[in-house]
């Protein structure tokens, strides 16, 4: 149970404790200097209280007893007990260290040090060659205690008043166990053989072997046996690392050189496959050199043959096909040339349509009847040779071949078109003959729009 005035002042100013006061008798509060009073505590605890209506709070009384305890009782001590835990982070051990006293002729509270403010001092002929810090809600803080030019330590203030003589100086943790888990390697049985988690295994042992700091510097940091003799392994581990660091590099360097070697392979692999395409294109443009050396002698033979048998107008050797149609229909393609070359206009639409070499029916000349039982998306590419005529009234007209010695318009025939010979052209076959025999087909007329003539349109 925590008291509100767990100290105060009897008539002799000495420190007395609600245990130990005594009914009627005349007690001060340490803090506002009030009377307090003591309630034996039938029901309750014995405790002090101040008057009704006063105003102190209390909460310096600890932190005012405990100095005045030290000033009360240090006097006449030549050492003290010091209780100092172990520095692992995960040690339970606490060791009791007893530290002699500097030598002292008065102990005072509230001195002040160059620009700090001393909670008890002990002096030897006017200077401080000890400080103690009494914690009860301040801590003396990092820059103070780098600040002090003199031995110090920091104690609660109950602790001071429960045991003057042995001191429990405040121990900082430096780390959580849940930081010191998670700055734990995964894999530390692999740090003799990986110098990342050797350094990392390093660090983890650093943080757990120096994780409680005791605010003082009267002793150094304490280790128990157990972890003293863990922390000679520790630090026999470490002297290994230059072995560890010298087997890394040695590592790096073998991977290294097999890096090395492997890239010399690739360019040496990459340096043949491209001397090999080479050789593969030289050698394909060889052959194809070769084969376009054979294949003008063959058209030139081939060319010297058809001349030869179709006469020396032919200007450049024919294809197989070409031959092959030449040779099948001698007369009717020299009729068709002789007879389509002037007006028809585009002999590709002669493309798969059938021809019929016949007489005209007035003249009697020799024409080439276009079969118009077929169907004719458009006439105008077939020039004068066929003419379309259509019933007034009617839904649907009729083609008709025109001679184009007598412009005599054909009479269709009902039973079927009478003819001699009939035949179907190719139109790149006969542009190739044409061509072959230097007969270019005349060029195609347009009008200023660029349409072909109103007259050879359907």
């Known amino acids: 149970m925590t008291l509100a005035v767990p100290y105060a002042l009897d008539a002799q100013q000495r420190l007395i404790r609600p245990a130990d006061a005594v009914l ?112 009860q809600t301040h801590r003396i803080g990092e820059p103070k205690g780098q600040g002090l030019t003199v031995p110090w330590v920091e104690v609660p203030a109950e602790a001071v008043l429960e045991n003057l003589q042995l001191l429990q100086p ?69 002297s290994t690392r230059d072995q560890v660091a010298a087997l890394e590099q040695e590592r790096a360097q073998r991977r290294a050189e097999a890096a090395e070697v492997a890239r010399l392979h690739a360019a040496a692999e990459a340096q043949e496959r491209q001397r090999a395409a080479q050789a593969e294109q030289n050698r394909l443009q060889r052959l194809q050199a070769e084969r376009l050396q054979e294949d003008a002698v063959r058209d030139a033979e081939r060319h010297r043959r058809q001349r030869g048998k179709n006469g020396s107008r032919l200007r450049q050797p024919l294809s197989r096909a070409a031959e092959q149609f030449l040779d099948d229909h001698a007369h009717e393609i020299r009729d068709a040339l002789e007879y389509l070359r002037p007006e028809l206009l585009d002999f590709m639409v002669l493309d798969d349509r059938l021809l019929i070499l016949k007489t005209c029916q007035k003249c009697g000349a020799k024409i080439v009847h276009i079969d118009t039982g077929e169907y004719f998306g458009v006439l105008w590419p077939y020039g004068g040779l066929l003419k379309y005529w259509k019933k007034p009234g009617a839904s649907r007209g009729w083609v008709f071949n025109v001679c184009q010695h007598c412009q005599a318009w054909q009479k269709r025939e009902p039973g079927g078109i009478s003819h001699y010979h009939a035949l179907r052209l190719d139109g790149a076959v006969f542009l190739e003959l044409l061509t072959a025999f230097g007969q270019l087909p005349r060029k195609r007329t347009t009008n200023s729009r660029g349409h072909p003539p109103a007259r050879h349109r359907r």
């Not at 909670?119 to 002929?125: M, R």
Request: charged content about 20%; proline content about 6%; aromatic content about 8%.
């Open 170 to 238: 405040v121990v900082d943790t430096a780390v959580t166990a849940a930081q010191l888990q998670a700055a734990r390697p995964a894999s530390p049985s692999m740090a003799i053989y990986h110098l990342t988690v050797f350094d990392a295994l390093t660090r983890w042992q650093d943080l757990r072997f120096h994780a409680r700091r005791p605010q003082q510097t009267l002793l150094p940091t304490h280790l128990c046996p157990a972890c003293t003799e863990d922390w000679r392994r520790e630090l026999n581990r470490r």
């Open 24 to 135: 009627r008798g005349q007690y001060w509060c340490l803090q506002c200097g009030h009377t307090v009073y003591f309630k034996p505590g039938r029901v309750k605890t014995a405790h002090l209280v101040h008057a009704s209506g006063a105003s102190c709070s209390g909460e310096s009384v600890l932190h005012l007893a405990a100095k005045r305890a030290l000033v009360e009782g240090l006097p006449g001590l030549t050492e003290l007990g010091i209780l100092m835990p172990c520095r692992r982070a995960d040690c339970p051990d606490v060791e009791v260290m007893v530290w002699p006293l500097p030598a002292f002729d008065d102990v005072q509270a509230e001195v002040t040090l160059g620009e700090y403010r001393l909670d008890v001092a002990l002096l030897w002929d006017g200077q401080v060659v000890l400080a103690i810090e009494v914690y």
